[in-house]
């Protein structure tokens, strides 16, 4: 028999024992809250906020490296293919995520806002419900995405001087196509888990997947002698595997999670406001940040095929370590969520306070790291003597950039939480393209002359300043609204047929 608790059920778990209320676990009851002079009551707050976020954050990070680590599986088999292909693959890579993954995993970000506030809340089956409509918009958004990969053996020509480059990197992305659904669902099915506090499930799944890929990837490749489309397939087959494997999770050893599930329902079709507007701000976030990278990486071409190659060694060691503030913003997500839906402000204010010293640790941690190694980590990726020395030489700025970069990921993920990521949106573009990106190109080629430095100096300002404007907007913000925005999304009803014309103007504005 279902318990009370706390004006909650409570259902047995799939081992037969009592399972508390979902939010008893992730929300403990804040009616008397923790007294600001009561210096033991406050440690025990911080030190159970950093187990929870330590729980959340580990399998995230591991799950995110894991996702990074299929493009270098596909990376290494090209290579081991000829030059030509390795190239291929780099164009290949560059446009599938600008022009596909980055809208994908941007969209998702709504649901770290919209599934972990309707967690909080109590409203369970609000959290199916968005995995639905983000799933029908995703499909959506595969429409125009996958029209552009099958016209890209044309589309590159106008971008790559070498025609036969251009030809072999389209027909990677038309290879690839055949996975993007299965990507882009994976990216929405892990957040119904995630925001009921699973951050397992997809780490097991992406282990069980990474070895498939490289295995189906050397199959297809070598010995069945397809190539470079052969290695695309390989992770085009496992990107439609990882889907298929949540879903028998969830079934099958998941029943747990069935209480935020209510089956199908019509009112997917209704409500897209909210959706469309949050995917949209995350797609811009998330394409600003990545687009600016790629920028950059093709401006040091113009000093010398060395500081490409130097380039392209600190920008795949940055995004490394990346994942690791990333995924724990992810985690940030998920909490401030579920607090904000429960309407506890004050005890979202305080985990806010304590995320800022995390993600200044971080920072730190990874600079001091890739400064540690700077000798070393580009000895993996090159043999070069020169190529070496401009990236351990350029390392000072990467440092200094990693430790802001940090700060930036925690704000965008506090944003997350609150529903604003609206906010990043319209900080981001501005900053970067307005500011930061000429400013590192100016500093690099420019006068200055400081090369591969100047590009992440330029850069790192331009983080900085972004940092900076979140953490004012965090301050002054009124954070109880945050909590008003999230009971009236339960409220609105919206026929779906009166929200096309926005809806549509929205969509097309995400890809225009």
Partial sequence: MPLETNGRRSEPDRNGRLHPAETDALLPPSSSPPDEHDDDALTETSTSELWILLQYSVPLIGTYLLQHSQTVITTAVAGHLS?????????????????????????ATALDTLCAQAYGSGNLKGVGLHIQRMLLLMLAALIPIGAFWLASPWILTF??????????????????????????????LKRFLQAQGDCNAALVVLVLCTGVNALLSWLFAFRLGLGLEGAALGQAL???????????????????????????????FRKWGPMVRL????????????????????????????????????????????HIPFSVSVAISTRVGHLIG??????????AVLYAGVFLAIGVFDGALLFALRHRLPRFFSEDAEVCDLAARAVVAVVAFQVVDSVA????GMLRGLGRQGIAGWIVFPVNYVAAVPLAVWLSLGSPGLQLIGVWLGLGL???????????????????????SAKSRRRV????????PRLGRSFFGLFL
């Fill in 159 to 188: 971008f790559v001087k070498q025609p036969e480059l251009a030809a072999k990197a389209g027909a990677f992305l038309q290879v690839s196509l055949i996975g993007l659904p299965g990507y882009a669902s994976f990216e929405a």
């Fill in 83 to 107: 030059a030509d292909d390795l190239a291929a693959t780099s164009i290949g890579l560059t446009t599938l995520n600008i022009v596909g993954l980055a809208a994908f995993e941007g969209m």
């Fill in 238 to 268: 496992t990107n439609d595997l990882r889907p298929v494997l949540l879903l028998a999770y969830i079934a099958f050893w998941g029943q747990w999670s069935h209480a935020c599930w209510g089956g199908f329902s019509r009112d997917a």
């Fill in 462 to 484: 331009g983080v900085a300043a972004i940092a900076v404007i979140e953490l004012v907007y965090l301050r002054m913000i009124r954070w109880q609204s945050c909590v008003e």
């Fill in 493 to 500: 009803r919206k026929n779906w047929i009166s929200c096309l």
């Fill in 409 to 412: 990921c925690g704000c965008n």
């Fill in 342 to 351: 429960a309407g506890q402000v004050a005890a979202c204010r305080r985990a």
């Fill in 279 to 322: 995917s949209l701000a995350g797609s811009v976030v998330n394409l600003g940040e990545w687009f600016a990278f790629e920028i950059m990486t093709f401006s040091t071409s113009y000093i010398s095929t060395a500081h490409l190659a130097a380039q392209t060694v600190l920008s795949t060691v940055s995004v490394i370590t990346w």
